[in-house]
């Protein structure tokens, strides 16, 4: 009978977590590091992505209107050209 301690089955939710799943590194060790990052870069910017969904984000640079986007983008590319 196969031992069912021999597989990782939960994402680390701390740093004491994540210290163990790498001490032990059971099969399947690298998917739960990797969702372990992406939940903590996730909780970092979740409240900047809330802010920008809810439109409380600060306006940054120069604001163009759909009419005159097209000429500001003509002028930017002969810019580069």
């Keep these: 009978m196969e031992n069912d301690r021999s597989v990782a089955t939960s994402v680390p939710r701390d740093e004491s977590e994540r210290i163990e799943l790498l001490a032990e590194r059971l099969d399947g060790w690298e ?47 002969s810019k580069v050209m």
Excluded: A, C, P
Aim: a negative charge.
């Design 31 to 77: 998917y739960l590091l990797f969702g372990h990052y992406l939940k903590k870069f996730i909780n970092e910017i979740e409240s900047k992505w809330r802010d920008y969904h809810l439109g409380y984000s600060m306006s940054v640079g120069l604001k163009i209107d759909e009419l005159s986007l097209g000429e500001e983008l003509n002028d930017r590319i």
